[in-house]
C-alpha cells in the first residue's frame, strides 16, 4: 500500500497561546498526535492504536494568533506492530514544524499485535522519510 495520508487545519486562538504570544508547544503536540492518529486511523480501528512516541517536533518559526495552519499527516512506515506517521505544519506557506510519531497496534488488553501492513514509498521522498522513520524506530 502507498503512504496514507490526511490534511486537518486549526485557527490559532487566544486560547492556544503560550506566555510569549505564540502557539504553545503543548497545544501544537496535542494537534500533531491528533494529526498522526488520523492518518493511523485511516488504515486501522481507532481503538486498536495507541501512541509510542513523539520522535521529534522541530519548530522552525513561532506560530501567532489567527494563523490557520495545516498539518499534513503521512503513514510513512509500518513495523510488524508499528506505524509511523510523518507530519509537517504549514502556515502562510511556510513550514513551521515536522517530526515523526510511532503508533502501536494493539489488541482490546492494550498488547501489541501484528497488524499486516506494508507500506510502499511512491516517490523519492518518501524512500527518505521511510528510511529516516526505519532508523528513528531502530533507536533505543
Known amino acids: 500500500m502507498e503512504p496514507v495520508c490526511n490534511t486537518s487545519n486549526h485557527l490559532v486562538k487566544s486560547e492556544d497561546l503560550n506566555h510569549h504570544g505564540t502557539l504553545y508547544a503543548g497545544r501544537s503536540a496535542e494537534w500533531f498526535v491528533e494529526a498522526g492518529f488520523i492518518a493511523a486511523a485511516r488504515i486501522k480501528p481507532p481503538d486498536s492504536i495507541v501512541c509510542l512516541k513523539i520522535h521529534g517536533m522541530t519548530f522552525s518559526r513561532p506560530v501567532h494568533c489567527g494563523e490557520i495552519i495545516t498539518y499534513n499527516s503521512k503513514i510513512i512506515y509500518a513495523g510488524t506492530t508499528s506505524m509511523v506517521a510523518f507530519i509537517d505544519v504549514w502556515a502562510n506557506q511556510e513550514l ?18 501484528p497488524h499486516g501492513i506494508v507500506i510502499e514509498p511512491s516517490t523519492e521522498e518518501d524512500r527518505k522519510l521511510q528510511e529516516t522513520a526505519i532508523a528513528l524506530t531502530r533507536k533505543k
Do not use: L
Open 96 to 113: 513551521v514544524v515536522k517530526g515523526f510519531i510511532t503508533f502501536i497496534h494493539v489488541d482490546e488488553n492494550s498488547k501489541p499485535i
